[in-house]
């Protein structure tokens, strides 16, 4: 089994900046893409950004130059560093992860439970 744990959500004010993160841990071999996705208040889930294993990035287009991704592959986490939030990124942050277990030897998709983000006008 593998599990998705994330933490760092809260509220903040427009401006503001928070870090999420996000452990992989269990029976994993490879970790390969790693992602948040955020699914805003009545609509769907979307992409908001991704990074592979060897560090390639892309982001969506309302995040870019405001939000950074980025591993420590080490320990299988990813980070989401996300500066100068507007009202319009509230919503449930979601990491996913492209794991390659151990026993049994299957590549599967992964999500984690989801951290909420509240950014107030």
């Known amino acids: 089994q593998v599990q998705l744990v994330e933490s760092g959500g809260g509220s903040v004010q427009a401006g503001g900046s928070l870090r999420l993160s996000c452990v992989a841990s269990?029976?994993?071999?490879?970790?390969?893409?790693m992602a948040w996705y955020r699914q805003p208040p009545g609509k769907e889930r979307d992409l908001v950004a991704t990074i592979g294993k060897f560090h390639n990035t892309r982001y969506a287009d309302s995040v870019k130059d405001r939000f950074t991704i980025s591993r420590d592959n080490k320990n299988d986490t990813v980070y989401l560093d996300m500066n100068n939030l507007q009202p319009e990124d509230t919503g449930i942050y979601f990491c996913h992860a492209r794991v390659s277990a151990l026993a049994p030897k299957v590549t599967d998709d992964y999500w984690g439970q989801g951290t909420q983000v509240t950014v107030a006008s």
């Open positions: 269990g029976d994993i071999f490879i970790v390969y893409d």
